[in-house]
T-cell receptor
């Protein structure tokens, strides 16, 4: 089955700096890579996702890059703000057609943005 | 839409007791997922359903765990008998792949078994 490794487990940055979280996956068939943000005591919520047919996707201050050959993908947050403080999870899965997808999650990264 | 609804939000029970967690997916979603979250093991998929039919239950830890989805708007996760190591936050999520692959999570049920 799929195995997703996520690093670092904790990350502390100064407000305004950039943050990068990296994940590797094991199943070369995986073609869908979402990132979820979980604030303390709240539910995970999707912030961005990428499919294997593109190498990069951006949404305002957030970007995700994918290297299929190396089987790794990364989340980049620029101009970090205190409200970015949360736990971030990467995930990988295989999607096809209208079938549902089983997500395998990484272990999570606790991001702390210091004002 | 109110989103995915879970009940109860908190459950405290004694070891050996039966626990039933409930989930109402978003209307129109045809996939439902049950996850467990702990500090040690992170977010784990326990089981998922498509159109009320269980598709993959390989993540269910033991026979003490069972899940059902009697109709499109209701699912239960039951633990019988409960043990202290079952203490975790249990999330239900739903999705509609024909609309997109995002899984929408409920608020979770925090289970404490003493």
């Amino acid at each position: 089955g799929e195995n997703v490794e996520q690093h670092p487990s904790t990350l502390s940055v100064q407000e305004g700096d950039s943050a990068v979280i990296k994940c590797t996956y094991s199943d070369s068939a995986s073609n869908y890579f979402p990132w979820y943000k979980q604030e303390l005591g709240k539910r995970p919520q999707l912030i961005i996702d990428i499919r294997s047919n593109v190498g990069e996707k951006k949404d305002q201050r957030i970007a995700v890059t994918l290297n299929k050959t190396a089987k790794h993908f990364s989340l980049h947050i620029t101009e970090t703000q205190p409200e970015d403080s949360a736990v971030y999870f990467c995930a990988a899965s295989v999607i096809w057609g209208n079938a549902g997808n089983m997500l395998t999650f990484g272990g999570g990264t606790r991001l702390m943005v210091k004002p | 839409d109110a989103g995915v609804i879970q009940s109860p939000r908190h459950e405290v029970t004694e070891m050996g007791q039966e626990v039933t967690l409930r989930c109402k997916p978003i209307s129109g979603h045809d996939y439902l997922f049950w996850y467990r979250q702990t500090m040690m093991r992170g977010l784990e998929l326990l089981i998922y359903f498509n159109n009320n039919v269980p598709i993959d239950d390989s993540g269910m830890p033991e026979d003490r765990f069972s899940a059902k989805m009697p109709n499109a708007s209701f699912s239960t996760l039951k633990i019988q008998p409960s043990e202290p190591r079952d203490s975790a936050v249990y999330f239900c999520a739903s999705s509609a792949p024909r609309l997109g692959y995002e899984q929408y999570f409920g608020p979770g049920t925090r289970l404490t078994v003493t």
